[in-house]
């Protein structure tokens, strides 16, 4: 089954902690992308890859590190979290013939 | 900068009642208009999209037409049910520089429908 997945769904953590979630998709995808959910802010693109060892900054990259060493994965690292990081998260992964994305289940994130 | 504006939710129906869910956007270029649902506890899916000025895109009995004179693209649908209950987003992809295919998201609407 073609699918974006997320690992772990659901993790509460302290401040300064780090952690890592991670993202993988199953569709041969060169693009990939996270996102944070917050309420009365939608969705806001934290980094992108355009495809393997090629990252950039999307709108809310603070606090946040990435990598693409292999096509299927993009982890999302956070090396020392914050309450503000609070949030939901969503991974998300597209061919470069169409710009339509597919979203993973997202992560629920607490940092205390 | 490009971005998209929703109409403020919650938005609660009735069961066979009509829904709209008003979406503008401002934006360089032209951008594709894309409208995703989530679900309660689940990530979002694509509902529908459309790529150009005057396409209309259509799933589920779900409806928008991209409209460049108005800069808009409302969500419509003739008879809600239960199962529409969940939160719609309007987004567009930036279409320029080093950003293709980047999503920018509206603040969403939640939508519940009462039997």
């Known amino acids: 089954e073609a699918q974006v997945t997320q690992n772990p769904r659901y993790l509460i953590t302290v401040t300064g902690k780090k952690l890592t979630v991670t993202c993988s998709q199953n569709?041969?995808?060169?693009?990939m992308s996270w996102y944070r959910q917050d309420p009365g802010l939608g969705l806001r693109q934290i980094y992108y890859?355009?495809?393997?060892?090629?990252?950039d900054k999307g709108d809310v990259p603070e606090g946040y590190k990435v990598s693409r060493k292999e096509k299927r994965n993009f982890p999302l690292i956070l090396e020392s979290p914050s309450p503000n990081q609070t949030s939901l998260y969503f991974c998300?992964?597209?061919?470069?013939?169409?710009?339509?994305?597919?979203f993973g289940p997202g992560t629920r994130l607490t940092v205390l | 900068g490009d971005s998209v504006t929703q109409m403020e939710g919650p938005v609660t129906l009735s069961e066979e009642a009509f829904l709209t869910i008003n979406c503008t956007y401002t934006?360089?270029?032209?951008?594709?208009l894309f409208w995703y649902v989530q679900y309660p506890g689940e990530g979002l899916q694509l509902l529908l999209k459309?790529?150009?000025?005057?396409d209309k895109g259509s799933n589920k009995g779900f409806e928008a037409t991209y409209r460049k004179e108005t800069t808009s693209f409302h969500l419509e649908k003739g008879s809600v049910q239960v199962s529409d209950s969940a939160v719609y987003f309007c987004?567009?992809?930036?279409?320029?520089?080093?950003?293709?295919?980047?999503?920018?998201f509206g603040k969403g609407t939640k939508l519940s429908v009462k039997p």
């Open positions: 998300a992964s597209r061919p470069t013939s169409t710009d339509t994305q597919y």
């Open positions: 890859s355009m495809n393997v060892e090629v990252t």
């Open positions: 987004a567009l992809n930036r279409n320029y520089g080093g950003s293709q295919g980047n999503l920018i």
């Open positions: 459309a790529t150009k000025a005057d």
């Open positions: 569709m041969n995808h060169e693009y």
């Open positions: 934006a360089t270029g032209y951008p594709s």
